[in-house]
DNA sequence: CGGTACCTTGAGCGGCCTCAATCAAGGTGG
DNA sequence: CCACCTTGATTGAGGCCGCTCAAGGTACCG
């Protein structure tokens, strides 16, 4: 019965002493005492399949939750219907900061492919993080990381060409694959060339295009959603030299 | 002497307890008691000339600066030298949040008029916090909510037209103006057309064109830098209805 | 008065979008 | 097993929006 619910959770409860992600996630820099305060304020984790929404933009906002494992995007959407990813979140990061200011959350945020994640109910961090001042500090950073992280995309959409996002994007989703463990030169993109074009600010066929470009170049190897870094160096170029520069 | 000082610092102590901005700035929700607590922390406001800067970019971290009075703009560069204004700041608006992730300033702050600043020493903020609760939500609110503000940023870089990311910055300035007392459809502009372009993915050029167009259909009146908003609805539609629904 | 910063306007070009056709992969039912 | 549909990706052709380059114009200021 419980494995056929809707929103099925996970009977094991959690532990985030235990958890493998501890040095990505939040409990960086907490004793062992801590932890385990930490640990009786995470709720069990909740599984979610492919395309499930974890929260609805408008929904009242109750608790933060981070990735365990999977992969999820977020997506905020103008009056007129228009969408705009906003971020993919992988393993050990943090979902739901927006729903802070207003108690309700401001973005949507779904499963791109089957995740697992942990449920952080934000009034009890809250008092919590009270008690651990380090807890307090590392929160107060993580919201400024989000921030310093949507700035650089604003600078990303305000002045990129079409190629340079495209280099950045799989730059910086190869730098956070290799932080993980996983090969940075060699992955499987999780999101389809639509929703990279939505947080890119470009349309999907022109994502396509660019790829095909890179590949032609012996930049990349592309088959389908897996992606090759085969010059690192000469994607770099283009995001951070001129294009007159020379790679070495 | 201390007037002559490349930084000069105001020599009036400040207290939010009989602050104006109290409303709308840091305060709000606290009681007398916790506000003048508060007050101990705050330093001497300070005053800058325009075009002065607040910090740099890379600069150490040590405070949080709330707007008393004027105008400022906040700035982020990659590596290779491109510039992107990520925001324009007005009394009662926290500047420096993105310092705390890593301890460093990871933009600028630029003063676009004579201005005024409260200086707010993070780590006492934060030791304040832990005593006075509805500080501690506050602030979490606070940084909420510039993560929601960038998120809609994003949201107008990557789907809008120049003309609607016109609308929705007069649209925007407005309605910020009119909540501080001001008129909400007759204002001057702080900034160049370059930093507003800077700030919404366009060229001065395109800025300064729109804004034309604008008046030529009856929007709005320009005269250098003091803009009227004569049809406000217009503007309105531009941006949340299809171009097809004309407002009444 | 000359100098400078800023704004406006025009002309032409180019990058990305739009529209559309094709193709591959996966699912379903006969 | 294949016919059929759906979804997602690729590629092409053409058009438009915003950029680039350039030439004034205007306000401010030493």
Same mark, same amino acid.
């Given at each position: #019965?419980?494995?056929?619910?809707? =929103?099925?959770?996970?009977?094991?409860?959690?532990? @985030?002493?235990?958890?493998?992600?501890?040095?990505?996630?939040?409990?960086?820099?907490?004793?062992?005492?801590?932890?385990? &305060?930490? $640990?009786?304020? +995470?709720?069990? %984790?909740?599984?979610?399949?492919?395309?499930?929404?974890?929260?609805?933009?408008?929904?009242?906002?109750?608790?933060?939750?981070?990735?365990?494992?999977?992969?999820?995007?977020? @997506?905020?959407?103008?009056?007129? !219907?228009?969408?705009?990813?906003?971020?993919? &979140?992988?393993? !050990?990061? *943090?979902?739901?900061?927006?729903?802070?200011?207003?108690?309700?959350?401001? @973005?949507?945020? +779904?499963?791109?492919?089957?995740?697992?994640?942990?449920?952080?109910?934000?009034?009890?961090?809250?008092?919590? %993080?009270?008690?651990?001042?380090?807890?307090?500090?590392?929160?107060?950073?993580?919201?400024?990381?989000? =921030?310093?992280?949507? &700035?650089?995309?604003?600078?990303?959409?305000?002045? #990129?060409?079409?190629?340079?996002? =495209?280099?950045?994007?799989?730059?910086?989703?190869?730098?956070?694959?290799?932080?993980?463990?996983?090969?940075?030169? $060699?992955?499987?993109?999780? #999101?389809?060339?639509?929703?990279?074009?939505?947080? *890119?600010?470009?349309?999907?066929?022109?994502?396509?295009?660019?790829?095909?470009?890179?590949?032609?170049?012996?930049? =990349?190897?592309?088959?389908?959603?897996?992606?090759?870094?085969?010059?690192?160096?000469?994607?770099?170029?283009? +995001?951070?030299?001129?294009?007159?520069?020379?790679?070495?």
């Amino acid at each position: #019965m419980s494995e056929h619910n809707h =929103i099925p959770l996970h009977s094991l409860k959690v532990s @985030c002493s235990s958890c493998s992600l501890r040095e990505l996630c939040l409990p960086v820099g907490l004793n062992r005492e801590e932890m385990s &305060q930490l $640990d009786t304020v +995470i709720r069990q %984790s909740r599984r979610l399949k492919r395309g499930e929404y974890l929260f609805h933009s408008g929904e009242s906002f109750k608790s933060l939750f981070a990735v365990r494992t999977g992969f999820f995007k977020t @997506c905020v959407a103008s009056q007129d !219907g228009r969408e705009q990813v906003t971020g993919f &979140q992988m393993s !050990g990061e *943090l979902m739901g900061l927006d729903g802070i200011s207003t108690g309700n959350h401001s @973005c949507d945020a +779904i499963a791109l492919e089957d995740s697992e994640v942990c449920e952080l109910p934000f009034n009890r961090m809250e008092t919590l %993080s009270r008690d651990i001042p380090s807890l307090q500090h590392h929160f107060y950073r993580l919201m400024s990381r989000e =921030i310093v992280r949507d &700035q650089n995309v604003m600078l990303l959409l305000g002045n #990129m060409k079409a190629e340079e996002r =495209i280099a950045a994007f799989l730059l910086n989703l190869s730098q956070r694959l290799s932080t993980r463990g996983f090969a940075a030169n $060699d992955f499987i993109l999780r #999101m389809s060339r639509e929703e990279i074009g939505s947080f *890119l600010g470009l349309k999907l066929e022109t994502v396509s295009r660019t790829l095909s470009k890179f590949q032609q170049q012996g930049w =990349i190897a592309v088959d389908h959603k897996h992606i090759q870094l085969v010059k690192v160096d000469d994607l770099k170029n283009l +995001i951070s030299g001129c294009s007159h520069a020379n790679g070495h």
